[in-house]
């Protein structure tokens, strides 16, 4: 065993006093008295350094989609490392693992991606795109054509461009943001943001035209781009109304407005197609992957560009000063690769779609439907998503919207289940690999969780 070499409270006071986390507040952190430290994982279960066995309801952080355990994940890194453990792509050099990677994904996205940009995460990735619209739009003789609009409780990253793209206003708030030339409009949230009578489809075909109405608003020749994810994840697992995407692609098309599809979450199969585009028909002119493109095995993440900007790129553009250190590790492009053969070998996208996609939807619906305090259970593939609401008919919340889901999420862990809270919506976004029995497991747990919330706040 690796690093095993202090007890749990030691690892725990090392870890308050010298490791910031991300998104945490450190303070309470601390008075918690730290971290869940977990220590090892096979298939979708972790282990802590207090020998619990906890349910990973979310594949790390929706990204372990071939699950834990993957021996030849590993030992695709280690030959690998001991074959060429580093070099570069800048400089007209390239190693094989990423000239495969490249070919494989041109291959596995929609027709018309066919170029392939490597960075290490889907923030940088976003950068990536933010960089090459601006650069596009610039070439093309439009240098007006700058402003990018992204959605409410849209999530594309942490840094400062990927930041200005998210549509989450306590981060902007912390840093100024976002940037000049990024602007945000409503998500297709029919639970929070559609009208009482509101039938879903109507909702979605009005949640489409706010984009016609802010590139109306702006001036076309001044909106470079739109991003969407398919469905949008650390949102709160929204998904689009039929027909939203439809309106999307034709308002894009009409304004000349490139559309990037943010797959960081929904590539690789978690909504039972290769892509959230398959599934809902989009044809992007970007594409951003991460995540399940290793599943998170190394850090590795990917821009498709479509062939207009491409061409663009490619014919006009010159040098293109951007790139990092790791663009096209070949370490973390082989470990891509193996990734890939695992899910097309055990057919888990066909899986996710025909078999434990549609059980874990039924599992909900039995478990939740007619729960006092849920409003709604949707799901798609194995991705979903559960509304606590202190009213079902009217789609009422609860008071302190927010907490009530992280009062969940407590009994979630301390039933050994993960689970992620966003507001007052429980998400759930399982490996892959994920068998019946575990749904059945992760379902009660869920459910004996969400009960002692409604008995907490004497609903039950
Ligand atoms: N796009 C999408 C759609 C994402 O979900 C990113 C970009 C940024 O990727 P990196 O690799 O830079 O983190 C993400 C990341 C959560 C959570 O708690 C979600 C993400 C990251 C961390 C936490 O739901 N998504």
Redesign the pocket.
């Known amino acids: 065993m690796l690093y095993h070499n202090r007890t749990p409270a030691e690892w725990k006071a090392v870890d308050t006093a010298h490791h910031l986390h991300?998104?945490t507040d450190y303070r309470e952190f601390a008075a918690e008295g730290g971290s869940r430290i977990i220590t090892d994982a096979d298939g979708v279960w972790l282990t802590d350094t207090d020998g619990n066995r906890i349910l990973d309801g979310m594949a790390g952080?929706?990204c372990v989609n071939v699950g834990y355990g993957r021996e030849e994940m590993a030992r695709a890194a280690y030959r690998q490392m001991q074959e060429l453990p580093y070099y570069n792509a800048f400089f007209k050099t390239a190693t094989t693992p990423s000239i495969a990677l490249a070919e494989k994904l041109v291959d596995l996205t929609p027709e018309g991606l066919n170029h392939v940009f490597f960075a290490n995460?889907?923030?940088?990735a976003?950068d990536t795109i933010v960089r090459m619209v601006r650069h596009h739009w610039n070439l093309k003789g439009r240098p007006r054509k700058k402003t990018i609009i992204g959605r409410t409780y849209g999530?594309?990253?942490?840094t400062m461009a990927?930041v200005s793209l998210c549509g989450m206003l306590p981060m902007h708030r912390q840093a100024d943001l976002p940037l000049p030339g990024f602007t945000h409009i409503m998500p297709p949230y029919w639970y929070d943001f559609a009208a009482p009578d509101e039938a879903r489809d109507a909702f979605g075909r009005r949640a489409a035209r706010a984009l016609e109405t802010r590139i109306l608003e702006l001036g076309a020749d001044s909106v470079a781009a739109f991003i969407a994810?398919p469905i949008q994840?650390?949102g709160g697992v929204i998904m689009p109304p039929d027909g939203y995407f439809a309106e999307i692609q034709r308002i894009c098309a009409q304004y000349d407005v490139l559309l990037i599809a943010?797959e960081?979450?929904c590539g690789f199969g978690r909504t039972g197609h290769w892509f959230g585009s398959d599934r809902y028909g989009i044809s992007p002119d970007f594409m951003?992957l991460?995540?399940a493109v290793t599943s998170g095995y190394q850090p590795l993440?990917a821009v498709m560009v479509g062939d207009t900007v491409a061409e663009t790129l490619i014919e006009d553009g010159g040098e293109f000063y951007h790139g990092f250190t790791y663009s096209g590790h070949p370490v973390c492009c082989a470990v891509g690769l193996a990734n890939i053969e695992i899910l097309e070998r055990e057919g888990l996208v066909d899986r996710t779609r025909t078999e434990t996609g549609p059980y874990l939807a039924e599992a909900l619906t039995a478990a939740f439907a007619d729960h006092p305090i849920v409003g709604e259970v949707r799901s798609e593939g194995l991705i979903g998503a559960i509304e606590l609401t202190a009213d079902k008919a009217t789609r009422t919340r609860f008071p302190d919207y927010g907490k009530t889901g992280t009062r969940c999420r407590d009994h979630c862990f301390a039933n050994n289940l993960v689970m992620?809270a966003?507001r007052d919506t429980m998400v759930v976004s399982p490996p892959l690999t994920i068998g019946r029995d575990e749904i059945d497991v992760l379902v009660a747990r869920a459910k004996a969780a969400v009960d002692a919330t409604a008995r907490d706040l004497g609903r039950l």
Not at 121 to 124: F, H, L, Q, T
Not at 155 to 158: A, F, M, N, T, V
């Open positions: 991300p998104f952080l929706w995460s889907g923030s940088e976003n999530y594309h990253g942490s990927s994810e994840g650390a943010d960081v979450i951003t991460a995540k993440s992620r966003v």
